[in-house]
């Protein structure tokens, strides 16, 4: 069935090193990405979006990369920093919006 | 802020009570969504209204019933609840309700039924 997922349930990363999340999307009539967070206590917070006709979008300090080939979206946050720390999910929208479970991302001092 | 906002941020009620959890959004937004947000489990998608007529429901039992008196202001009606519905219920509003488009998620109610 359609699904969006992600493959690590907890990232741990470094402070001031780069971060990678990545996401599965299975319904190839998908079309528009969005990466959302959600910190602790607040409703989730739109990130960065890309569309289908693109491969890599660039915002502030986040990249997202979007494989059509193997239906693979990835957020990309340079330089972490302690505010990362969130929950990030994707939603993938086509016919309707399906969002992932989520990958809780843990700075480490 | 997201310029959607939402009240009460907190409720705790009974299963034999009634309560209402209100939506509003600040942003000139047509389309209106209600989701549920569980513990380890994607968000679900309860409710959409586009243009105050309700477009979309997720086979939300009736024990949620949801109103939309116009494109700023919803609506979600408790009654006799499940201790299953425990969760965090968040409003959100896109411009058109079509794909495409970004949701703006408020901060969420977050529901404990005892």
């Known amino acids: 069935g359609e699904s969006v997922g992600l493959h690590l349930p907890t990232l741990s990363v470094q402070e001031g090193d780069n971060s990678i999340i990545n996401c599965a999307y299975s319904?190839?009539?998908?079309?528009?990405f969005i990466w959302y967070k959600q910190e602790s206590g607040k409703g989730p917070q739109f990130i960065i979006d890309i569309r289908s006709n693109m491969d890599k979008r660039q915002g502030q300090r986040v990249t997202v990369l979007l494989n059509k080939t193997v239906k693979h979206l990835s957020l990309q946050i340079a330089a972490t920093q302690p505010g990362d720390s969130a929950v990030y999910f994707c939603a993938e929208n086509g016919d309707k919006i399906i969002f992932g479970k989520g990958t809780r991302l843990h700075i480490l001092p | 802020e997201t310029g959607v906002t939402q009240t009460p941020r907190h409720l705790v009620m009974g299963m034999t009570n009634k309560k209402s959890l209100k939506c509003e959004q600040h942003?000139?937004?047509?389309?209106m969504y209600w989701y549920k947000q569980s513990a380890k489990k994607p968000l679900e998608l309860m409710f959409v209204?586009?243009?105050?007529?309700?477009?979309e429901n997720n086979s939300v039992p009736s024990r949620f019933s949801p109103e939309c008196p116009n494109s700023s202001h919803l609506f979600l009606h408790l009654h006799t609840l499940q201790p299953e519905d425990s969760a965090l219920y968040l409003c959100a509003s896109s411009s058109q309700g079509m794909g495409q488009e970004t949701q703006y998620f408020g901060p969420g109610t977050r529901l404990l039924v005892l």
């Open positions: 942003l000139g937004h047509n389309a």
């Open positions: 209204y586009n243009f105050k007529e309700q477009t």
């Open positions: 319904n190839s009539a998908s079309d528009y």
